[in-house]
């Protein structure tokens, strides 16, 4: 079946650190890749959309220049959070697509705990 | 919002018993998704039934749609103590609903 990896899958660092998370899509090429974030016990929440080689789109609310998402290769995308704060607390999951119609496929997530 | 909606939020059932879950959603789709998620880990994705579909099967799953109620459900049967997780519906515009957390006792 199909695997995505996301790295790493904790993070523990003090504010004002940037923070790289990866996700790839390693036995398919991912057309679309998602970020989610999701708080305990609560649903995933989008953050944005990312298509291979073009810009990400970001759903409301969620500041662009704070999540970096860059889609360099249609097996890699990465979401970078800029000077991270206590409040960017949350676990992060990626997941890739081969299209609307297609089910995602999920990394296992990045727990991302700011001091 | 285009989120659906899962009941019940929390159900406990006996390991043997059936699970019926319930997902509702606010706009037209041409597919509706099921993904199960153990804690503090990614989403598996179960089962993906189309607009044109009524019912669909994989296994001990089943899954139905009504796009007139915008209404589905899943039902997990016979269940174990392993299919203990959440499980979440999804739209293809890849929103989740708020999920139903599925405890099994053995």
């Known amino acids: 079946g199909a695997v995505v990896s996301q790295h790493p899958s904790r993070v523990i660092c003090k504010s004002g650190t940037s923070v790289k998370i990866e996700c790839r899509s390693l036995?398919?090429?991912?057309?679309?890749m998602f970020w989610y974030r999701q708080f305990p016990k609560q649903s995933l929440m989008l953050m944005a959309t990312?298509?291979?080689?073009?810009?990400?789109?970001?759903e409301q609310g969620v500041e662009k220049d704070k999540f970096l998402i860059n889609h360099a290769s249609l097996t890699l995308s990465t979401l970078t959070v800029t000077s991270a704060h206590p409040e960017d607390s949350s676990f992060y999951i990626c997941s890739a697509s081969q299209g609307v119609d297609q089910p995602q496929h999920f990394g296992d997530g990045t727990r991302l705990s700011i001091l | 919002s285009q989120q659906g909606e899962e009941d019940p939020q929390a159900l406990s059932i006996q390991e043997g018993e059936n699970a019926t879950m319930n997902c509702s959603y606010k706009?037209?789709?041409?597919?509706l998704q099921w993904y199960r998620q153990n804690s503090g880990r990614g989403l598996v994705h179960l089962i993906l039934i189309r607009s044109n579909e009524r019912e669909k099967h994989s296994g001990r799953l089943r899954v139905t749609l009504d796009t007139s109620k915008k209404s589905s459900s899943l039902l997990i049967t016979a269940s174990r103590a392993a299919d203990t997780a959440s499980y979440f519906c999804a739209t293809p515009q890849f929103y989740f609903g708020t999920g139903t957390s599925l405890t099994v006792i053995p």
């Open positions: 990312s298509n291979e080689g073009s810009k990400a789109t970001y």
């Open positions: 706009t037209s789709i041409n597919n």
């Open positions: 036995d398919f090429q991912a057309t679309t």
